[in-house]
Nanobody, 115 residues
Framework: QVQLVESGGGLVQPGGSLRLSCAAS????????MAWYRQAPGKQRELVAR???????NYADSVKGRFTISRDNAKKTVYLQMSSLKPEDTAVYYC?????????WGQGTQVTVSS
């Protein structure tokens, strides 16, 4: 079992920044592919960014150049640094761990971009 706990969401003005954190349990965090997804009201959950066990990363086109995913294996934590935020980034952000054929999810953290 892997437990994921997100933090760092909140209300931010357009153009602002936030950093999300996801703390994971488990002894083999370094082996997990980690990702951030988001789900806006009335929309499907979508992949925002993913980082592999070798720290290779990929991003949704909508966030490229604005968001950065990173991981700290010693702290068993993955981060999502979000900059130049837009109202359309408003969503619940979920942390995901891919462990073999299993997927684990956090409870989500709300990010609201509004003036």
């Amino acid at each position: 079992q892997v437990q994921l706990v997100e933090s760092g969401g909140g209300l931010v003005q357009p153009g602002g920044s936030l950093r999300l954190s996801c703390a994971a349990s488990g002894s083999f965090f370094a082996r997990y592919a980690m990702a951030w997804y988001r789900q806006a009201p009335g929309k499907q959950r979508e992949l925002v960014a993913r980082v592999t066990s070798s720290s290779s990363s990929n991003y949704a086109d909508s966030v490229k150049g604005r968001f950065t995913i990173s991981r700290d294996n010693a702290k068993k934590t993955v981060y999502l640094q979000m900059s130049s935020l837009k109202p359309e980034d408003t969503a619940v952000y979920y942390c995901n761990a891919a462990v073999g054929v299993k997927d684990y999810w956090g409870q989500g953290t709300q990010v609201t971009v509004s003036s």
